[in-house]
């Protein structure tokens, strides 16, 4: 009964969408106060209707319903509740309704918080809003329905996948929703401003918290993405530019790129059309991303269950979507005056780097990934495109881009003076090549990776330091000045200095890696990189789901024990999978990562053993990064104009233009 | 989504190598693979990190624990030892798998296009962006504010807030 509610629910909100994507739109245009106040009411409906229908499948899941299929195919009475929840979004059609889901929260949270924008734009972002709504409405009630029943229910389910049964996994989806989604947002409000025909500086500032939000949100994801990948998959590999990561990583490059240009908007009415530009793009990435992942096109190598219906009916929302927004960018890119004059050396330019550099490694990134689909397609060359191409060819912006970021950051609006920024920076950049000529100092391979890698991180990091302080004035108590700044001063810091941590982390990592591949028997010891490691035991235990083969692994430095790992190779009877969970021992500067693998025939066991500099610098400046944003988020200039019921109350007074 | 899918498609690999289930994942590098001379076996590596595994997803045989990955680390070993350079090692691979198993695309033929990409890019946008800073710095002062008298009134209201 309650799936029926549910799946009834749905229907609903695909009619309330289909409705509030016309009438505000007409409302809107014929200056109608009634059509366009009817966003608001939907907006809330809609988001009411699809949470309902997302708790009857939690519900179903929690209460382990097989004769709902969803439920058969992905969880198992045994399962932990937890993961029990978190099997809602583990698979397709549940990672759909969580993912319209997110396009209602985020309709409604315009609804709520939109009290200050004009009731025509207010209207229009909404009804756009709404489009999206009854595209992913549409795809999932024609093409993946999560509420479809069983014939005769079998008497247990199929158990979830047992790599996604764990905590770092069970939150990355919702995450990454919620940036992917959030850019839809600014799809919204930028394509609601085009019909409208205006860009100015309120616009940028009404738009740039949606960005912001979605990039930190698209930031938490990915590092729990990339966090679950090193511990779970069994050899610490953090980052695979792997396809389906590529489609998590575009909108993210290009929302860094938007949320930059948005503040240009916002305070110097400059860049507009680019900047609209480039919020219709970051959607059309995230849909492109969604395509990706869920067609299965660019991982066609074995035949995983492709859906050629899926497929197509995503590329057809996103060539809708993009099309229309393209279209209506090209036919009003005229209204769009440039008003701030700048001279070359100012923080516009800077910004137009930044612009540059972040867009055109976010194409590298996309020619990547479908190169191998347009060389099959075009010149029938079957070829791959793996991190080595990446690597090489992504690598670079990012180095420019941090050489450049610490003098951007200080460069001035409209005029700037090079040499008194780099005056004022070269405290940092002197600490900064001592910290990369002591890397190259101490380490023993030649590559320059490392050295630069901590040199970046250095100058960012200082960088950072040297603009905050640089803030407080030149005289008085500037100590009690810092804590008093704004946070969107602070948030700029963190992030970047964010930024630079997670540099280090990922040039560390790669540059100074050891491992060891060897037998040991019960007893024996092994040495790697000034740490003993000694198998103590290896015995059998039972887990609520799964069986275990646990070792017990001694790390001792300099005859002193740091502690015990206790590395697993789990078995998975239900879903008849192996995984593996590796034992790290976490420190600052770096992570020692077993892995117990086969019995051998003369009665060891092969095991594993890496020594990982620098690894958790990688997730740090995740946080930090997310941290930044969250900062900026929260400034008050945000706060007060989001929240103001002031203001709605005043623009409710003014008739509608 | 990333992960949950490419976990999905890990485990639908993972499960049609061992198709028998077996007791656990096996490791990559097994340790009987591992060759007596360390600068040969430091060699291998390198290699298998370049070539990919042809059932695998995006995996190169260094990373990946499926039999045929290991047949081709051992076969990378094989020749190594049997005194090829690193080149012939790849070019007898290459000759026997196709270029598909070279994770770095080839710089011949239409490659040229993806390597280029990204420093054509690079060049355009930055022509544009040049001309973009130029003109901005050229332009004089706009006299007035587009603004009507009420919007501005309206925009100070909320930027005072």
């Not at chain 1, 024609?142 to 996604?164: I, K």
């Not at chain 1, 085009?194 to 918290?209: F, Q, S, T």
């Amino acid at each position: 009964m309650i799936t029926e509610l549910g799946h009834f629910a749905l229907v609903l909100a695909f009619l309330v969408a289909c409705v509030q994507a016309v009438v505000p739109l007409i409302g809107a245009h014929r200056r109608w106060p009634g059509w366009m106040a009817f966003a608001e009411p939907a907006a809330n409906m809609q988001f009411l209707l699809t949470a309902l229908s997302f708790a009857a499948l939690t519900y179903a899941f929690v209460t382990s319903d097989f004769s709902l299929k969803l439920v058969t195919l992905n969880s198992h009475s045994a399962k932990p509740m937890l993961y029990k929840i978190t099997g809602v979004w583990g698979n397709h059609e549940g990672s759909m309704l969580l993912w319209v889901l997110i396009v209602t929260l985020f309709g409604a949270f315009a609804a709520w918080f939109g009290g200050n924008l004009p009731p025509t734009l207010k209207a229009r972002v909404l009804a756009v809003q709404g489009m999206i709504g009854v595209a992913f409405f549409a795809f999932i009630l024609f093409t993946s329905n999560p509420f479809l029943r069983m014939a005769v229910p079998p008497f247990d389910g199929q158990d979830l996948n047992p790599l996604l049964q764990d905590p770092g996994l069970a939150f990355h989806p919702p995450f990454l929703y919620l940036g992917y989604v959030g850019l839809s947002m600014t799809f919204s409000f930028a394509v609601a401003a085009l019909i409208e025909g205006r860009i100015d500086a309120a616009w940028g500032r009404w738009v740039r918290p949606y960005t912001l939000a979605a990039w930190v949100f698209l930031t938490i994801g990915i590092g729990l993405g990339s966090w679950w990948a090193y511990y779970e998959l069994g050899w610490g590999g953090f980052w695979f530019w792997d396809p389906v990561e590529n489609a998590s990583f575009m909108p993210w490059l290009i929302a860094a790129a938007l949320l930059h240009s948005a503040i240009v908007v916002e305070k110097r009415e400059s860049m507009k059309s680019w900047t609209v530009l480039l919020a219709i793009i970051a959607f059309g990435f995230s849909m492109v991303g969604a395509f990706i992942t869920r067609s299965g096109v660019l991982t066609s190598v074995h035949a995983f269950a492709t859906d050629p219906e899926r497929g197509m009916f995503l590329l057809l929302i996103t060539a809708v979507f993009m099309l229309g927004g393209l279209t209506l960018f090209a036919a009003r890119a005229n209204m769009m005056q440039a008003k701030g004059v700048f001279s070359l050396v100012s923080r516009e330019s800077a910004l137009v780097v930044n612009n540059i550099l972040l867009g055109v490694a976010a194409f590298v990134v996309f020619v990547g990934t479908i190169w191998p689909l347009v060389s099959e397609m075009l010149f029938d060359r079957k070829l791959s495109v793996g991190a080595p191409f990446f690597n090489m060819a992504f690598t670079p912006f990012m180095v420019v881009l941090g050489l450049v970021l610490p003098l951007g950051a200080m460069l001035p609006w409209k005029r700037g003076n090079l040499r008194r920024v780099a005056g004022s920076l070269r405290y940092a950049f002197v600490l900064a090549l001592a910290v990369g000529a002591l890397a190259w100092a101490m380490q023993s391979g030649r590559s320059a990776l490392g050295p630069v890698g901590l040199f970046l991180g250095a100058w960012l990091v200082s960088g950072a330091a040297v603009d905050l302080w640089g803030r407080t004035g030149r005289s008085g108590n500037r100590l009690s000045r810092l804590g008093r700044l704004p946070r969107a001063d602070w948030g700029k810091a963190v992030a970047h200095a964010g930024l630079g941590v997670t540099m280090a982390g990922v040039a560390g990592l790669m540059a100074w890696e050891t491992e060891d591949i060897r037998v040991l028997q019960v007893g024996e010891s092994l040495e790697l990189s000034g740490y003993e490691l000694t198998l103590l035991d290896v015995r059998e235990i039972d887990g609520p789901n799964y069986d275990s083969t646990q070792g017990v692994v001694r790390l001792v430095r300099d005859g002193k024990e740091i502690s015990t790992l206790y590395p697993e190779k789990r078995f998975y009877p239900v879903a008849k999978m192996p995984t593996t969970e590796a034992a790290i021992d976490i420190g600052f500067w770096r992570d020692v990562y077993v892995v117990v693998g086969d019995p051998q025939d003369n009665g060891g066991w092969a095991v594993r053993t890496y020594y990982k500099p620098l690894a958790n610098w990688i997730w740090g400046g995740s946080i930090l990064m997310a941290l930044g944003g969250a900062l900026s988020l929260s400034d008050r200039r945000y706060r007060v104009a989001a929240g103001a019921n002031k203001a709605r109350a005043v623009s409710g007074g003014v008739p509608a233009e | 989504m990333t992960g949950t899918l490419r976990a999905l498609l890990a485990a639908l690999v993972l499960s049609m190598v061992f198709a028998a289930p077996l007791a656990g994942p096996a490791l990559a590098v097994q340790p009987d693979e591992v060759l007596e001379d360390p600068a040969l076996e430091s060699r291998a590596r390198d290699i298998s990190a370049g070539l990919r595994c042809l059932v695998c997803r995006n995996e190169s045989i260094d990373d990946s624990n499926a039999e045929l990955a290991r047949d081709m680390r051992l076969l990378v070993r094989e020749r190594l030892v049997a005194g090829d350079s690193d080149e012939e090692v790849v070019d007898f691979i290459v000759d026997r798998f196709g270029e598909y198993v070279l994770l770095q695309p080839s710089v011949t033929g239409s490659n040229l296009v993806l390597w280029l990409a990204g420093p054509v890019m690079l060049l355009l946008g930055g022509a544009i962006g040049w001309s973009y800073l130029r003109r901005r710095g050229r332009a004089g002062e706009t006299p007035a504010d587009a603004l009507s008298e009420a919007e501005a009134d309206r925009l100070r209201e909320i930027m005072k807030e």
